[in-house]
């Protein structure tokens, strides 16, 4: 069984910083790409980041580049994202999810994704 866990959104002020974790599970290798996507009340979803599973594509969406960063464990079923200097418009559920193509600035293109964790900034 296929699963996605995030953990580590909570409560900030503008300008903080968080960092979220997600475990996957349920896969019988692990070559896939992980990233995250977010989405906001009364927003599309927006792609965040995402990274290859040999490390070797990230992406990030512009509204992002420079503040956050994304990362894979060496377990590789693992990832993180470091979020700092975070704005009012970062504030959104953010969930953790394994692509199913190579459109990484796709929010559509994840197959499976965990339950979402809160991030919200406060000015």
């Known amino acids: 069984q296929v699963q996605l866990v995030e953990s580590g959104g909570g409560l900030v002020q503008v300008g903080g910083s968080l960092r979220l974790s997600c475990t996957a599970s349920?896969?019988?290798?692990?070559?896939?790409?992980l990233g995250w996507f977010r989405q906001a009340p009364g927003k599309e979803r927006e792609a965040v980041s995402c990274?290859?599973?040999?490390?070797?594509?990230?992406y990030y969406a512009d509204s992002v580049k420079g503040r956050f960063t994304i990362s894979r464990g060496n377990a590789k079923n693992t990832v993180a994202l470091q979020m700092n200097s975070l704005r009012p418009e970062d504030t959104a559920v953010y969930y953790c999810?394994?692509?199913?193509?190579?459109?990484?600035?796709?929010?559509?293109?994840?197959?499976?994704w965990g339950q979402g964790t809160q991030v919200t900034v406060s000015s």
């Open positions: 999810g394994v692509l199913g193509t190579s459109e990484y600035d796709n929010p559509r293109a994840y197959d499976h």
């Open positions: 990274i290859g599973h040999r490390d070797d594509i990230v």
């Open positions: 349920g896969f019988t290798s692990d070559d896939y790409a």
